[in-house]
């Protein structure tokens, strides 16, 4: 043990205490703990900043920009026409159909992009079907996580793993290398949900009334503006309930129309205000001067409905920009051209009372008040997922077919190894901005920056274990306990390891973590590197347990209603499953 690995080992456990921690975004911590590296003096500038050029980060990129330009194009939209018309037959059939097609699609597409498209259709047939959509989005999502491990372009992890390998003058992992034993993880992942996982799935009441849901009724009165009342002739914005009171208006009624509660609208008398607010403040309402409660009683979406407007469900997507943040700090109404927010579902609680002052974080749900023009506004919003009232966009045949003849060509050059991945993604994303299928701007948009930032920092660990021998120490002590029961026991842990880690931390981190060490124990070992890096890679990505551990599981989890304990309930299962299944198949499918 010299000082320069203590070091790299200090700045390590720093790391992987801030990713449990949460208390800094992932990309955040991955930057810092590269920077610290290269201050100590541990990696110069060049080896410190490498990330950014390797090939497994500008993969990744454009892997991001070909799933984009195929989810632009409503090429998708058939596999939700399909999966709707499965799921109004029956519950079973309409579960095992999703973990298929989610998996499926999960192949090949970034698996983020999988559930968004799939998660509106879900909620709609489970409503069809009269079904907990917390019956189908675990299903989902698990699918999709279980689908990712079957290709080289499946997960960002893959692509992560080989670049490492390849970074150490190793051979760069194959396109369908994962396939065999991944198709095997999906299918005994599926069999376990159908037979014994959906008895663990939760029932969690999902009202078709959005406004029941979120328990708008307890909280909506109706106020009408007397002729006497000082705020008559006064824009909204200087009524004493919202100055004073500090109530939300959410709908002005004004000779039988429905008007929008804009701050600036000019109150006249008789005007009838839906107005929420607490118990205590529904008391202090009543003494108010000028005004007569008309009625207090629920009120349903028709209710909150101007001639223009509805009701919408969207989820703060994994590593948005509002992560963090309230809506007041975004200025959310005026960003959006007035949505307004009514609720937020807040990891296991409703926010209705001042919900523009709640921090912000991935999975959680806004029950959102907009019409057209606005919805369209939060549609284009990258860091919100419209999950109700949605429209499919149409099928573009000008773009359907270039964009599917490209994303062929791009797997099929890698996987025949005409040209590597990363060449051949590059390549693809030139031709889909050659041919028109994707603009400039939405290349830019469609990359998940925060995961690429992430990318290039936790690169660096890697780097640092591998150059201060730091990895090296480790596998010894690894050998030194369990070299005796050889390397099937040893890979047995690895995969173990690997999976509880990436159920707290991020999955990319913890394959850069475990990647390096795996390759040297293979080498002290003296055999095949290939099973060991093979159980890093899928290990990272088999994330049940929890729902951080995946992006994925973040973003069911305001959707679904779940609560941590769900994830353990239902995913330990599995877990522990596949990780019995890992330890017999990888020796078998990548020999020592």
């Not at 284009?380 to 099928?395: C, G, K, M, P, V």
Request: net charge neutral; with cysteine; charged share 15%.
């Amino acid at each position: 043990m010299t000082f320069e690995i203590g070091l790299v080992l200090g700045i390590i456990a720093l790391a992987v205490v801030l990713f449990v921690s949460e208390r800094l975004s992932m990309d955040t911590v991955a930057i810092l703990i590269m920077a610290l590296f290269m201050v100590t003096g541990v990696l110069t500038p060049a080896e410190g900043l490498a990330g950014f050029s390797n090939p497994a980060t500008i993969t990744v990129a454009s892997m991001f920009v070909i799933s984009s330009a195929i989810f632009k194009s409503g090429a998708l939209n058939s596999v939700g026409i399909g999966l709707t018309r499965i799921g109004r037959k029956n519950y079973l059939l309409c579960l095992l159909s999703l973990m298929l097609i989610s998996g499926a699609l999960s192949a090949f597409i970034n698996d983020t992009a999988v559930v968004a498209l799939l998660m509106p259709v879900v909620i709609q047939v489970s409503h069809d079907i009269e079904v907990s959509p917390s019956k189908l989005l675990i299903p989902l999502s698990f699918g999709a996580l279980l689908g990712g491990v079957c290709t080289l372009i499946g997960t960002s992890t893959n692509i992560l793993v080989s670049g490492i390998a390849q970074a150490q003058g190793l051979e760069p992992l194959q396109m369908f290398e994962f396939a065999p034993a991944g198709i095997l993880f999906l299918l005994a992942g599926v069999i376990y949900m159908f037979f014994i996982g959906r008895h663990l799935l939760p029932t969690r009441k999902h009202s078709k009334d959005l406004s029941e849901e979120f328990n708008l009724g307890e909280y909506m009165t109706e106020v009408v503006l007397l002729p006497d009342s000082p705020s008559v002739g006064e824009p909204l914005k200087k009524l004493g309930l919202v100055k004073n009171l500090d109530m939300k208006v959410m709908q002005v009624t004004r000779q039988k129309t429905k008007l929008s509660a804009t701050p600036s609208l000019i109150l006249q008398a008789n005007d009838v205000l839906k107005v929420r607010c607490g118990v205590e403040k529904l008391k202090m309402l009543k003494e108010e001067k000028g005004i007569k409660l008309k009625s207090e009683r629920k009120f349903l979406d028709e209710d909150l409905l101007t001639s223009d407007s509805k009701l919408y469900e969207a989820i703060v997507t994994p590593n948005s920009y509002m992560e963090g943040k309230s809506l007041k700090e975004l200025n959310f109404r005026s960003y959006n051209h007035g949505a307004a927010v009514l609720a937020i579902r807040h990891r296991d609680e409703i926010v209705n009372e001042k919900p523009t002052h709640v921090k912000l974080s991935a999975g959680d749900v806004l029950l959102i008040s907009a019409n057209a023009q606005q919805a369209d506004k939060l549609r284009e919003n990258e860091d919100l997922l419209i999950i109700s009232q949605t429209e499919r966009s149409h099928f573009n045949y000008s773009k359907i077919i270039p964009v599917m003849i490209i994303s062929v060509g791009v797997v099929m050059a890698a996987a025949t190894g005409l040209v590597p991945i990363v060449l051949s993604a590059l390549v693809g994303v030139v031709l889909l901005i050659l041919f028109r299928c994707i603009r400039m701007d939405e290349v830019y948009k469609a990359i998940d920056w925060k995961v690429i930032f992430m990318l290039a920092g936790v690169l660096s660990m890697g780097a640092a274990l591998e150059k201060t021998g730091a990895a090296k120490l480790l596998a010894d002590y690894l050998i030194y306990g369990l070299g005796d029961f050889g390397p099937h026991a040893l890979l047995s842990v690895f995969f173990f390891i690997t999976f509880m880690t990436t159920n707290f931390m991020s999955n990319n981190a913890t394959a850069a973590l475990l990647a390096p060490i795996a390759i040297v124990t293979a080498q002290e070992l003296g055999v095949s590197v290939k099973p060991f890096l093979m159980a890093v890679a899928y290990g990272a990505s088999l994330s049940f347990m929890t729902p951080v551990g995946y992006q994925t599981n973040t973003m069911i989890y305001g959707p679904g209603n779940y609560r941590f304990s769900d994830y353990l309930k239902v995913g330990t299962p599995l877990n522990m499953l596949l990780w019995l299944l890992a330890s017999l198949i990888l020796p078998y499918f990548f020999p020592f």
